[in-house]
């Protein structure tokens, strides 16, 4: 479908609408940048998002200087939606945009991640089956 986003990034600038330089939007607008893309999934941290289509290509946006954004220029900001090349050789099902990293799983079952776990409290489990992944916070 069509990805439509709005709100306020004019503080911090770090692109998260994905809409280039309008860093604020009233009403939902729509993403010219994926309009060819059919976009299955889409995931927001505060300062980057992710969306896979349906051929399972991978695009980031937003601010990622710990590599979360997993662009092969070691680009630290996009204001767009950018495949990631990397991966072009994965077909994508699910990714999620956290903190400090991008974890996505491969049609073949395969967990992959951009970023850093480090400055992280919380555990990212792996399991032995195929595809399945899923993050925790330490008890409070």
């Known amino acids: 479908g069509t990805l439509y986003a709005w709100g306020d990034d004019t503080e911090s600038k770090h692109g998260i609408l994905g809409l280039g330089n309008q860093y604020k939007a009233i009403r939902p607008c729509p993403n010219s940048q994926l309009f060819d893309y059919m ?16 051929s399972g290509r991978l695009f980031c946006w937003g601010f990622g200087p710990n590599g979360e954004l997993g662009l092969e220029n070691h680009n630290n900001q996009i204001n767009i939606p950018t ?37 992280q409290l ?13 993050g925790s916070q330490p008890p409070v």
């Open 83 to 119: 495949i990631v090349t990397k991966q072009k050789q994965f077909n994508i099902k699910k990714a999620i945009a956290y903190s400090n990293y991008t974890v996505f799983c491969s049609g073949a079952g395969y967990v992959y991640l951009y970023g850093t776990l480090q400055p």
């Open 39 to 54: 976009i299955k999934n889409v995931s927001l941290a505060e300062t980057h998002a992710c969306a896979v289509d349906s």
């Open 122 to 134: 919380g555990k990212l489990h792996f399991s032995t089956n195929k595809g399945s992944f899923g």
